[in-house]
């Protein structure tokens, strides 16, 4: 064979390659994810379902399922046939609140602490950084950085206390009025994986308990955030940020 074949061959190889990458990648990118399943088919599709572009979700009355693909959410509700690997809307795009919640520290923002006249209270009022402990809501809590770990409240128009307890030891900690976080008590509680941490106090109606799971590292996107939470059990994190994307999802239409 030739030296000029030679390089053709080499070429034609190399364009076959580049084309199957191409084709690889689209393949991932067109993949979803089940973030959140709720009503009668929800055992069929539970958090953490992967999907395939050609993988069909078929659901009944009652069904809203939230897929998300490429960090942006996609809501099928029931009844109804769908196509998992439909294309996202185009104009979602990630939404101030999404970068907010996914930042690696909270925002110090004041925004909503107090309403105008005339002004409703929101239905649900949300913690708008992942990594914030809201003391309301228990079960597994990815933590970002131990040492920097915040308890944050709803409503920071009072004076406010918490008894936080483990074990043989307890600490009451103080949230003054104007105040929307706290700083974990470390000197006497210190972060531990895998032990149960009991909160109460501050008008919760029973004691919440809280159970610390440790990440390798900062989730840089939605998707891997999403991930990473539903791997770790932790629920009301993966919840905070479903309900931020789709809000952008609604916005967009």
């Keep these: 064979m030739s030296c000029p ?11 076959a390659a580049a084309l199957a990458a191409v084709a690889v990648t689209g393949v991932a ?12 088919s929800a055992s069929k599709y539970p958090a953490g379902t992967k999907l395939k572009a050609s993988d069909r979700v078929v659901l009944v009355d009652g069904d809203k399922v939230v897929l998300m693909q490429g960090g942006k959410t996609r809501t099928l509700t029931g009844k109804g046939n769908f196509v ?26 004041r925004a909503g602490a107090s309403r105008g006249p005339g002004e409703e209270e929101p239905v649900v009022v949300r913690a ?7 003391y309301r809501e228990g079960g597994n809590f990815c933590v970002l950085d131990p ?21 043989s030891k ?12 706290r700083k974990w008590p470390t000197d006497v509680l210190p972060v531990e994986y895998g032990v149960d941490y009991r909160i109460s106090g501050s008008g919760l109606a029973a004691p919440v ?15 891997a955030a999403s991930e990473m939470l539903m791997a770790k059990g932790c629920t009301p994190q993966l919840d905070r940020l479903v309900d931020a994307m789709t809000e952008t999802e609604s916005a967009d239409g």
Excluded: C, H
């Excluded at 708008?128 to 809201?134: F, G, K, Y």
């Design 147 to 167: 040492a920097m770990l915040m308890l944050w409240r709803p409503d920071m128009t009072s004076d406010t206390a918490l008894t936080i307890s483990s074990g």
């Design 209 to 223: 308990t809280v159970r610390f799971a440790a990440i390798a590292a900062m989730p840089e996107t939605p998707d």
């Design 29 to 40: 990118a067109a993949q979803s994810i089940v973030v959140r399943s709720t009503g009668p």
């Design 5 to 15: 074949d030679i390089r053709l061959r080499r070429l034609g190889l190399t364009a």
């Design 170 to 181: 307890s600490e009451t900690v103080a949230i003054v009025a104007g105040a929307q976080y």
């Design 84 to 109: 998992a690997g439909a294309t996202v809307q185009a104009s979602q795009s990630v939404s101030s609140n999404v970068t907010r919640m996914l930042a690696k520290s909270p925002s110090q923002s």
């Design 128 to 134: 708008t950084n992942l990594w914030v402990l809201d």
